[in-house]
């Protein structure tokens, strides 16, 4: 099994909709969490991260972390089609560690114009 | 201020040959490290360094070698590519007090060995 998992899509929405992204993990060590967008032939760049369990607002961004269900999510709010991109879930043991972060295989996502 | 910077973009080699993928960066971040992106694989480490002189093995370290001199400078030696190889090199590096879960990615390195 491995300790993240993540639907790789592709997932395809109209513009304007609210899209649900989602990643399940196994280790119940993972302390922060974290989403990164990766355009086409691009490096991954980072749009959010979490600390344990909660919600984060960014913008029309949200994260949401359920450590009880090993569970986190990415909800996007008035999609627009420049958030066509891959969204990779990592997460990381307490502490940061330097060794590195664990990533979903992520999730290709598509809004429709 | 550039980030994180790769070189070359692309490149091909022939099963057998050596080479080395560059990796700088401009932010004075101490936390450097090299992933490969493959396939329905997602992105694995394969090696990190978490200051000058040192650096240690991530999960898939077999074929790589890197060392650092420099704390700009994280460069990956292939020493006998294979076609197992082929792959999105991606470098990254970040702040102490960030520690690793606040990364910034280069543009990747796209490797086809044949």
Redesign the interface.
Known sequence: QKE?E?D?GPLSVPEGAIVSLNCTYSNSAFQ?F?W?RQYS??????LM?TYSSGNKEDGRFTAQVDKSSKYISLFIRDSQPSDSATY?C?M?YS???????T????THLIIQP | NAG?TQTPKFQVLKTGQSMTLQCAQDMNHE?M?W?RQDP??????IH?S?GAGIT?Q??VPNGYNVSRSTTEDFPLRLLSAAPSQTSVY?C?SSSAQ???????????TRLTVT
């Not at chain 1, 032939?41 to 980072?46: A, D, M, T, V």
């Not at chain 2, 329905?40 to 480490?45: A, D, Q, V, W």
């Not at chain 2, 960030?98 to 990747?108: I, T, V």
Request: charged letters at 15%.
């Open positions: 993240v993540q790789p922060y974290m990164y032939r691009k490096g991954p760049e980072l991260y990779l990592a990381i502490g940061g560690g330097a060794d590195g972060l990533f979903g295989k992520g | 994180v936390y490290s992933y329905g694989m997602g992105l694995r480490l990190y978490v240690d991530g999960e991606f990254a960030a520690a690793s879960y606040e990364q910034y990615f280069g543009p990747g």
